[in-house]
């Protein structure tokens, strides 16, 4: 009889822990606030990539700011500051095979940077690597190509600014 006792507690204390783990472990963090999200693209006007530069920079303080704006605190000088660093750009070119089958996208872009997290002196508290790759049509034989270009890349900055949350635990 005592056996099945100490069992029974077991299995109940089991679950017990197994109910508040999932919780603990997906619950973001409670202190997060920002003061000021920057958009550094530095990295891209380093590689020529200045027509890009140009167009994640008009963009993405917007993407951010509305990703980000349950954990804005402008005001209060002791929250983190958020910097989204874009190191590359990449629009891929046509793939054959998916222009064969004429199936699905026939290009891959991509999009690598990071979340680097300032503590409220300017301090790096955490620094968070993102890499998104999407897929896309590329109308290269279309009159709009220019346009077409520059909304994958605006695209891009898009997935870039929902992906960050997550990456940061948010």
């Known amino acids: 009889m005592d056996k099945t006792l100490l069992t029974r507690r077991a299995a109940l204390s089991a679950l017990a822990a ?10 973001a963090p409670a202190a997060t606030r920002f003061r000021e999200i920057k958009v550094d693209v530095s990295p891209l006007i380093a590689k020529d990539n200045d027509v890009e530069a140009k167009w994640v920079a008009a ?3 917007g993407y951010l700011k509305q990703t980000f704006a349950n954990y804005l605190a402008p005001g209060d000088r ?6 989204a660093r874009i190191d590359d750009v990449i629009v891929g070119s046509v793939d054959s095979r998916a222009m064969l089958t004429g199936m699905g996208p026939d290009a891959t872009d991509r999009i690598e940077g990071a979340g680097v997290v300032l503590d409220g002196r300017g ?3 955490e620094t968070y690597p993102l890499y998104c790759s999407l897929g ?13 270009y520059r909304r994958r890349v605006e695209t891009l900055a898009l997935s870039f600014a ?9």
């Open 18 to 27: 197994l109910a508040v783990a999932p919780g603990a472990a997906l619950a």
């Open 59 to 61: 963009v993405l303080p």
């Open 78 to 83: 002791s929250a983190a500051v958020l910097v």
């Open 123 to 125: 301090r790096v508290v």
């Open 136 to 148: 896309a049509f590329s109308n290269e034989n279309s009159p709009y190509k220019e346009e077409n």
């Open 162 to 170: 929902q992906w960050l949350p997550g990456k940061i635990g948010l």
